[in-house]
Every structure is written in C-alpha cells, then in structure tokens.
C-alpha cells in the first residue's frame, strides 16, 4: 500500500518526479483520488502554506513545491474526474489588464485545486469584460484578481464595476491579492476582501466560500 504521507513529504521536498511516481503507483493501487488529493497532494501543500507563514520556507521553495503539486494532480485529475470527486464551488482568477505578474495568483490556484475547488485561470492582462463574460456563463461563487503594480491595481476597480453594470456582482465574492494592495484599497473599490499573497489569499477564498 502507497503510503500518502510518503506523497504529502515529497510534495513539501518539491519533488516533482516522485510525486508523479507515487501518484501513478497510488492510483495502480486502487486509492480513492479524492483520498490521494486530500491526504497527499492537499496535505503536503497544507504544511507548507503553514510554513510559508512562519517564514521557514520562500517564495522559490513554495513554487517548487507547487509545481511538484501540478504534476501530481496533472495525473489525478482524469481519474478524480471518472471517480465523481467532489468540487466544492468555482472561483476564477486572473491578473487583471496591464499587469502579466502571475507568482501569487498561480499559487492561489494550485493550494484551492488542493482544497477540492475548481479554479478557472484566466491568466495575466485580463480585461473586464472577461471577468464578466466567464461569471456570466457558468457557476461562479468568486472571482479573485492579482496585481502588483500601482498602475493596474486601480482597474480591480474597473471589474467589480463592470461585473456591477452586468448585474451579476451580487452572485459572487470578491477578492483581491497583491503586496502593493490594503485592506483599505480592497474596501474603498467594493471588494469583499484582501490577500497579500497567494497562500494567504487561498485561506480567505475558503473562508468566503465556506
């Protein structure tokens, strides 16, 4: 039997080639993927989001270990999709128009799929109307957008404007991330609320959407 610690371990180490191995070997083995998602590949990112906080791991070492993350649910997630998984809610991301940073946001994204949530990228310079359009057509509970520029922060308010005029601003949460933003900045533009980086913006999704 696949020992999931084993997986949650080589997740944290950042060990992209035995993550994908011990992910094959586990599903070979018959284990739930919901199982293999929730106490391997979700654990291991848990512990280091949690370090991440304590500032004992960095930036480049949480990306390391999100991509070894990748990988792991790159294979699970055709199995986790025949097996009937649970997904919790939908949230889109995005850096919004004029900025291409995308560190935060995708790491956003990897900790909610470890979460059970269906995250839609929409990657980096994404206009308002994009926003919309994706909100508009499917089940979206949130739309999280990222910037790190002073100039393109202001157009965060743009969207929640535009999503406003679409009349669609009350059927989800907003919230926006990025270390040059404030709680105060996340207020005045009408956002429901403000992450200064992605492992923290992934905690606040969850609190938003429980």
Known sequence: MVDLKQIAEKVIEGDSSNVAALVKTALAKG???QKILDEGLGAGMAVVGQ???????????????????VEGTGILEPAFASSGGKTLATVVLGTVKGDIHDVGKNIVAIMLK???????DLGVDVPAE??????KAGEVSLVGMSALLTTTAPYMGTVIQALKEANVRDKVKVIVGGAILTPAFAQQIGADAYAPDGIAAAEKVKDLLA
């Open 31 to 33: 284990i739930n993927p």
């Open 51 to 69: 370090r991440f906080k304590a500032d004992e791991m960095f930036i480049p070492e949480v990306l390391t270990s999100a991509n070894a993350m």
């Open 114 to 120: 470890a979460a059970g949530f269906k995250a839609l």
């Open 130 to 135: 994009k926003f919309v359009e994706v909100v």
